[in-house]
């Protein structure tokens, strides 16, 4: 089936620094990728939406030059957290609509990516 | 907005218990609604999807719903196991148009510990 590879899957960055984190589309070609990001025993968040060839689209209060997303080929898009803080912390996943139609059969996830800034 | 709600948990219950997790949503046209499933250390999985009312979703003896009238999709499961254990999102997308995808609005996730 589908498969989104998501790395790192876990880093630990100084404050100050910029962590880039990838999502590679391995068996499809993924126009679209959402990145949410997931507080501890919270739900999901959609941070933004990435079309390949295209800007990204933020959600409210999202800042968008904290979190640049580039989504440059049909297979890649990545998020790069800029000069992050502690409270950037938190878990990080990208996930894909697959399938065609309507909607497809769900939505690919990356496996997410665990950001601790100290 | 687009928004869904789930019951609080955490939920404990004992393996071959009955399983409910409430699931209500709230949105402006007609979504797709899905549960997904987190394991410990794992990625979110489906679990089951359902794209329009009366449609019953299933899987791995999971079942849910969609009722347009209540606007609920709620998760059942007859007898559960330990392997159960996990974290569960109920969560609607409405479709962007044409073959185009929304994007994925999730519930606050319900933890479930199934003991032996």
């Known amino acids: 089936g589908a498969v989104v590879s998501q790395h790192p899957s876990r880093v630990i960055c100084k404050s100050g620094t910029s962590v880039k984190i990838e999502c590679r589309s391995l068996?499809?070609?993924?126009?679209?990728m959402f990145w949410y990001r997931q507080f501890p025993k919270k739900s999901l968040m959609l941070m933004a939406t990435s079309n390949e060839g295209s800007k990204a689209t933020y959600e409210q209060g999202v800042e968008k030059d904290k979190f640049l997303i580039n989504h440059a080929s049909l297979t890649l898009s990545t998020l790069t957290v800029t000069s992050a803080h502690p409270e950037d912390s938190s878990f990080y996943i990208c996930?894909?609509?697959?399938?065609?139609?309507?909607?497809?059969?769900?939505?690919?996830f990356g496996s997410g990516t665990r950001l601790t800034v100290v | 907005g687009d928004s869904v709600t789930q019951m609080e948990g955490p939920v404990t219950l004992s393996e071959e218990a009955f399983l409910t997790i409430n699931c209500t949503y709230t949105?402006?046209?007609?979504?797709?609604l899905f549960w997904y499933v987190q394991y410990p250390g794992e990625g979110l999985q489906l679990l089951l999807k359902?794209?329009?009312?009366?449609d019953k979703g299933s899987n791995k003896g999971f079942e849910a719903t969609y009722r347009k009238e209540t606007t609920s999709f709620h998760l059942e499961k007859g007898s559960v196991q330990v392997s159960d254990s996990a974290v569960y999102f109920c969560?609607?997308?409405?479709?962007?148009?044409?073959?185009?995808?929304?994007?994925?609005?999730f519930g606050q996730g319900t933890i479930l510990t199934v003991h032996p």
């Open positions: 949105a402006t046209g007609y979504p797709s």
């Open positions: 359902a794209t329009k009312a009366d």
């Open positions: 969560a609607l997308s409405e479709s962007a148009g044409g073959t185009s995808y929304g994007k994925l609005t």
């Open positions: 996930a894909s609509p697959r399938g065609f139609g309507p909607l497809g059969y769900g939505y690919t």
């Open positions: 068996d499809f070609q993924a126009t679209t």
